[in-house]
């Protein structure tokens, strides 16, 4: 069974780092795209970046592009994200999602709706 499983998250302070994982299991994860989404409470999903199945080609957002970094070790089927700076708009639950690699590039990397599989979310609370 497809499942993936986000940690990492947690409360850290203005200006402060987290790294999130993104491990999945129950499938191929190197036919698979994985984006990073985010969702603050009464507001909409939110797509942060996402990366390619072999990992040579990454998207950012304009909120969190020269912040964040998303990466993979498909070696151990786990996806990242490196948060820097962090504001306290960041606070939200954070999300990874799996798509079909077929289904990558073609504009709608960052659109959750495009997505197929998600993980349960892990909290970020950024405050002093």
């Known amino acids: 069974q497809l499942q993936l499983v986000e940690s990492g998250g947690g409360l850290v302070q203005p200006g402060g780092s987290l790294r999130l994982s993104c491990a999945a299991s129950?499938?191929?994860?190197?036919?698979?795209?994985i984006g990073w989404f985010r969702q603050a409470p009464g507001r909409e999903r939110e797509g942060l970046s996402s990366i390619s199945r072999s990992g040579d080609s990454t998207n950012y957002a304009t909120s969190v592009k020269g912040r964040f970094t998303i990466s993979r070790d498909n070696a151990k089927n786990t996806v990242y994200l490196q948060m820097n700076s962090l504001k306290p708009e960041d606070t939200a639950v954070y999300s990874c999602?799996?798509?079909?690699?077929?289904?990558?590039?073609?504009?709608?990397?960052?659109?959750?709706?495009?997505?197929?599989?998600w993980g349960q979310g892990t909290q970020v609370t950024v405050s002093s």
């Open positions: 999602a799996a798509v079909d690699s077929f289904k990558y590039g073609l504009g709608f990397d960052l659109t959750s709706s495009w997505y197929d599989y």
């Open positions: 129950g499938f191929t994860f190197d036919n698979y795209a």
